[in-house]
C-alpha cells in the first residue's frame, strides 16, 4: 500500500536525506520549503528516478499562521516528519524578541498547530507516526544558544507529552536529536572551531544527514511499532 508523508524543512540537508530514503521506499512525499527554492529543485531532481508523486509547499513557518499554507494542500497522510527549523547562536541578553517569535514559530507552534490539524486523518485510519527532528541541545542545552536549546526542549515535551494522549488512537510520536551533523547550519564554524567540535565526539566525527534519515526511517517502520514517546539521539556519543 502506498504511504503519503509530510516533510517540513525538507529543502535542507537532513530533510533531503529523508525525503530520499522515503522514496526510495515507495513513499508519495509532501515537501515543505520556505527560502530555498534552489535546494527544493536540486531535491525534486533527485527524487524523479524513484517515480512517486512529490508535491513541493512553499510556506513561511516563521510566521504564526504559516502552517494553514501546509495544511490546505494535504489530501492522504500516514506520516508526519517535523524537520523545519534554524538556530540563533549569540548571547540570550543580544537575543531580539522578534527573533524569538520567529524561533517559536518555527520550531514550538508550528509542529503542535500542523499535528493538531492532521491528527484527525491519522486517527481515523488508527495508524500512523508523526516525528520530530529535534537536537541534542533539546536535551542538554547549550551555551550561546539558549533560544534554540529552549524550543528544541519543547519539542520533547511535546513529543513526550501527545504521545501518551493518541497512543489508544493507532498514532505513534517520537523525537530524533541529532548531534552535530554535516549540514549548512554548521557553517557559521571556522576550520579551527570544527576541529574543536570534532574531538570533543567520541566517534571523532560529525554525523551525516543519512544517518539522520535512517533513524527516521526506522521509527515509521514495522519494526518500531511498540516505541512511542521516546527521543532518539543519534550523536556519536556526545551525550548519553
Known sequence: MIKHA??????GGIGQAIAIKLASKGYHLYLH?????????????????FGGEYIPIQADLSQSDGYKEIV???FSIDDV????????????VDLKQE??????NVHVISPLMLSKELLPKLISKRSGTIIVVSSIWGQTGASCEVAYSAVKGAQISFVKAL????????????????????TPMMNYLNDEEL?????????????????????VSFLLSEQATYITGQVLAINGGWYT
Open 6 to 11: 509530510l516533510i517540513t524543512g525538507a529543502s
Open 33 to 49: 520549503y520556505n527560502r530555498n527554492e534552489n535546494g527544493m529543485k536540486i531535491l525534486l531532481e533527485k527524487l524523479h528516478s
Open 72 to 74: 490546505n494542500q494535504i
Open 81 to 92: 516528519i517535523h524537520c523545519s527549523g534554524n538556530s540563533i547562536n549569540g548571547l540570550l
Open 99 to 104: 527573533e524569538a517569535e520567529a524561533l517559536m
Open 163 to 182: 504521545s501518551k494522549e493518541v497512543a489508544l488512537n493507532g498514532v505513534r510520536v517520537n523525537a530524533i536529536a541529532p548531534g552535530a551533523v554535516e
Open 195 to 215: 576541529n574543536a567540535l570534532t574531538d570533543e565526539i567520541p566517534m571523532g566525527r560529525l554525523g551525516l544527514p543519512e544517518e539522520i534519515a535512517n533513524g
